[in-house]
């Protein structure tokens, strides 16, 4: 999948341009990479998804650090801001259009993942804690998910909310600057239910589970496994539980460039966006790739639907935020209820 032998000639000579121009006020390796910046169609129905020739956003860079990337964009409808966690410096920023970027609260637990349940309460993976937690509120802070069967989580990852209030999350064993001893033996996927009385393992075969999203009618549950490079899909049953005999590899998205699958998100009409090798790919209800939005930087974490309609899509790397316009809406987060 090198994007290499789906450049033209004329597309060439263009970067080289602009390499060349962008060069001359700073680093070679940096013009080099914003005038690579494309987004490549592989399918004619990517057109009604967005616009090839806009441009890819850069709103925000210098984030991150050995300690962790960018992370967790979370749309705030009712403030129009994104959130975002800031993991390598243990904080979360605040994103508002026209106005940039400002730090919102630290410390966080070097927090990864982030949502809102369906009264519109913060839903967030701590990394140093190993924990999830959920915002009330009145500010106040409750821990939700700690433990399973009476040993300590791993890390939780990534996040997301059922229409039936149930909280599903990912919890890979990942590096952290202290080490510790690691009390699960494997790394599982989780459901909560609302009154946070049951927490029942769904699987634990994968290598590293990272991000996760419902199919718009909520009976497929995407999974993604960051080490084997590709996205596994599941049948919900009715009670919200997986159908293991339904596990399935929806999309590979290995390939010669940087990137592996991280953050996951579904846009209304069921197709998902996820990050892979070189970029975040777009591909259909079925795993077909129709095209890949290709940023610039080494990794892409995570990426949220936003804008007062659902339409801009906002994505983390490494070490940056960055956004495209689409013209298809994504799945609403939950907002606080009136």
Not at 151 to 168: A, E, M, Q, T
Not at 233 to 243: D, E, K, S
Request: charged share 20%.
């Amino acid at each position: 999948m090198q994007a290499r032998s789906r450049i033209s000639r004329r597309q060439v000579l263009k970067m080289v341009g602009a390499a060349g121009s962008l060069a001359a006020a700073g680093g070679i390796r940096d013009a080099w990479a914003q005038a690579a910046k494309r987004i490549e169609q592989l399918d004619p129905n990517l057109e009604r998804i967005l616009s090839t020739s806009q441009p890819i956003l850069e709103l925000a860079s210098g984030l991150g650090g050995d300690h962790g990337p960018a992370e967790g964009p979370l749309w705030w409808k009712e403030g129009g801001y994104l959130l975002f966690s800031d993991m390598h410096n243990n904080r979360r920023m605040k994103y508002m259009p026209g106005h940039g970027v400002a730090v919102f609260k630290e410390p966080t637990n070097r927090a990864n993942g982030l949502t809102r349940d369906l009264q519109g309460r913060l839903i967030a993976c701590e990394a140093d804690s190993r924990r999830v937690t959920r915002q009330e509120l009145d500010g106040s802070l409750t821990v939700i998910a700690n433990n399973f069967q009476g040993r300590r989580l791993n890390r939780p990852n990534d996040v997301v909310v059922k229409s039936d209030g149930c909280i599903y999350f990912t919890d890979p064993w990942t590096s952290s600057p202290v080490p510790e001893p690691r009390d699960l033996t494997f790394a599982g996927v989780y459901r909560l239910t609302p009154d946070l009385t049951t927490l029942t393992l769904l699987t634990d075969n994968f290598e590293v589970p990272n991000g996760l999203a419902f199919s718009p009618d909520e009976s497929v549950l995407y999974i993604n496994d960051s080490r084997l490079g590709h996205i596994r899909a599941f049948g919900v049953l009715p009670n919200g539980t997986l159908a293991k005999e339904t596990d399935r590899v929806f999309a590979d998205l290995r390939g010669n460039e940087p990137g592996v699958p991280d953050g996951m998100k579904v846009d209304v009409a069921g197709n998902v966006y996820c990050g892979g090798a070189g970029g975040i790919y777009i591909l259909d209800p079925h795993g077909k790739a129709l095209g890949r939005i290709v940023h610039g930087h080494s990794t892409t974490t995570n990426m949220a639907f936003g804008g007062n309609d659902w339409q801009t899509l906002y994505f983390t790397s490494s070490s940056h935020l960055g956004a495209v316009r689409l013209k298809i809406a994504g799945i609403p987060v939950p907002t606080r209820k009136k």
